[in-house]
């Protein structure tokens, strides 16, 4: 694979605390220059971004990141907020206390809800590879497909580890024909990129892409 090709399938990502508008800047003009699939930014970005930029980039953010454990009104307000700010995708985490109470029914829930308020925006799950047993992550499959995701996603990025190809092979394995693997978290070379999309990954999270392209 060519290595711009690489990038139609990378969501930008700058999501640090302390993230400050130049670097904002920097990261939506690389992705307009170089078309990658989004960039991935912090809510409080969003409509200055959207004002900044209107359609040349695709807004995704993040809600109830990254520990999962708002509630799902919280979850819901900063939905509601994200899409009056401009967003177009949403990267939600599970409330991963309740995978591990192995009450299931409650995280599809939680996602269905939040399916239904983003309704045709693209919506990501993360569910936190690093955190659960693979019987856990098997029901997140369930979860994420019953309740109508677009997307299941590994990783915030900031847990104790990221994606691994087991666990890619793993939801290919169990999720539904609609929904669409995001690998994220640890993701720092080209290499790994090309094998996670080869792998039948629509989307890589990585703050390094462009970086490791232009030093190529």
């Not at 953010?61 to 907020?81: D, I, M, W």
Request: hydrophobic share 35%; proline share 1%.
């Amino acid at each position: 694979m060519e290595h711009l090709e690489i990038l139609k399938y990378v969501d930008h990502t700058l999501l640090k605390a302390n993230a400050t508008w130049e670097e904002i800047c920097t990261l939506c003009d690389e992705a307009v220059k170089y078309h990658t699939a989004s960039v991935c930014v912090p809510p409080n970005y969003v409509k200055r971004i959207h004002d900044a930029y209107g359609e040349k980039v695709n807004i995704c953010t993040v809600v109830g990141f990254p520990l999962g454990y708002s509630t799902t009104g919280a979850k819901v307000a900063e939905c509601v907020q994200a899409l009056n700010d401009g967003v177009n995708e949403i990267d939600m985490v599970i409330n991963i206390s309740d995978v591990k109470n192995k009450d299931y029914k409650k995280v599809e829930d939680e996602i269905r809800t939040i399916k239904e308020t983003v309704g045709e925006h693209i919506l990501k799950v993360i569910v936190e590879t690093c955190y659960l047993a693979k019987e856990e992550k098997i029901e997140m499959c369930h979860a994420v497909t019953c309740a109508g995701a677009d997307y299941i996603k590994t990783s915030t990025g900031f847990g104790t580890g990221g994606a691994t190809m087991e666990d890619i092979q793993l939801f290919k394995k169990y999720i539904g024909n609609n929904v669409k693997i995001k690998a994220s978290g640890g993701i720092r070379s080209l290499e790994d990129m090309e094998a996670f999309i080869d792998a039948g990954c629509s989307r890589i999270g990585t703050s390094s892409a462009v970086k490791l392209i232009n030093n190529a």
